[in-house]
């Protein structure tokens, strides 16, 4: 079974427009973060420990 390559995201319009699309609220401000801490660290949904 062939996997799926999601895109990487490069431009740094395009990241922050991701990392500011969280409405100004506390869950807001935590999401952010995790999205931020996530991105930082290139943590993928598919990446499985071995």
Same mark, same amino acid.
């Given at each position: 079974m062939e996997k799926?390559? +999601?895109p990487?995201?490069?431009e740094r319009s395009t990241l922050k !427009?991701?990392?500011d699309a969280p409405p100004?609220? +506390?869950t807001g401000c935590r999401d952010t973060m995790m999205?931020? !801490?996530l991105f930082d660290?290139?943590?993928r949904a598919d990446e499985?420990?071995?």
């Amino acid at each position: 079974m062939e996997k799926k390559m +999601r895109p990487i995201i490069e431009e740094r319009s395009t990241l922050k !427009a991701f990392l500011d699309a969280p409405p100004n609220t +506390r869950t807001g401000c935590r999401d952010t973060m995790m999205l931020s !801490a996530l991105f930082d660290t290139m943590i993928r949904a598919d990446e499985q420990q071995s």
